[in-house]
Nanobody
Framework: QVQLQESGGGSVQTGGSLRLSCKAS????????MAWFRQSSESEREEVAS???????AYADSVKARFTISKDNAKDTLFLQMESLKPEDSAMYYC?????????????????WGQGTQVTVSS
């Protein structure tokens, strides 16, 4: 059973930055596809970024050039560096993992989820 725990959310103003972290069970980061999703009260859960076990990254168009996904395999920790934040980035952010060599964009493909961390961007 994989456990995921997010941290790092908070409230910032437009243009600000935040760094989210997701601590995973031992061995997850170098064996699983890991991803960040977000969901607001007005939208379905959507993929923000993903990273394969070999380090291939993918991003939603809405966050490209602003967000960076990375991981520390030794510490089994996933990160999401968020820059130039906008009010539309406000959402609950979730860490997810699936035990495959490739990632999927659909949240239904992921087996393990964290509890989420709230990001609020004010104008």
């Amino acid at each position: 059973q994989v456990q995921l725990q997010e941290s790092g959310g908070g409230s910032v103003q437009t243009g600000g930055s935040l760094r989210l972290s997701c601590k995973a069970s031992r061995g997850t980061a170098n064996s699983y596809c890991m991803a960040w999703f977000r969901q607001s009260s007005e939208s379905e859960r959507e993929e923000v970024a993903s990273i394969t076990r070999t380090g291939t990254e993918a991003y939603a168009d809405s966050v490209k050039a602003r967000f960076t996904i990375s991981k520390d395999n030794a510490k089994d920790t996933l990160f999401l560096q968020m820059e130039s934040l906008k009010p539309e980035d406000s959402a609950m952010y979730y860490c997810a993992a699936r035990p495959t060599s490739f990632c999927m964009r659909n949240y239904k493909a992921y087996d393990y989820w964290g509890q989420g961390t709230q990001v609020t961007v004010s104008s």
